[in-house]
């Protein structure tokens, strides 16, 4: 059953959390001009990932973020599995000050919808 609370929240992060399609990401990462976080757990990433993402699973990004991410002005593109937790993440990642990050709209599912690369 799903939770329509969750869905909720997620619906009302859009209005503050940039979401990208699949080609701005792909755009961006060409231009090297990025963070691209896989926030899915590792399990998830063993079916594969966008090349040069940092896994940091959504349990693990508020404690380690600064970390892999010293300056709040970095650009962070954000991802999982179909683009609901990526959202969350990036609300948390803003709460926490960081300046310019977004969202991969449907996630990595849309990414191999669109046929898009992945590396294993």
Do not use: H
Request: net charge negative; proline share 4%; charged share 30%.
């Amino acid at each position: 059953m799903e939770n329509p609370r969750f869905f909720d929240l997620v619906d009302q992060l859009k209005a503050s959390v940039p979401e990208l399609s699949v080609f701005l990401v792909q755009d961006e990462m060409k231009a090297g001009r990025l963070c691209l976080i896989d926030i899915r757990e590792p399990k998830e990433r063993c079916s594969g990932f966008l090349a040069g993402s940092v896994g940091l699973s959504k349990g693990m990004l508020e404690e380690k973020i600064e970390a892999l991410v010293p300056n709040v002005n970095t650009k962070i593109i954000l991802y999982c599995e179909d683009g609901t937790r990526s959202m969350i993440a990036g609300d948390a990642l803003q709460r926490m000050g960081y300046k310019d990050v977004s969202s991969m709209e449907g996630g990595y599912m849309a990414w191999l919808d669109k046929g898009l690369p992945v590396s294993k």
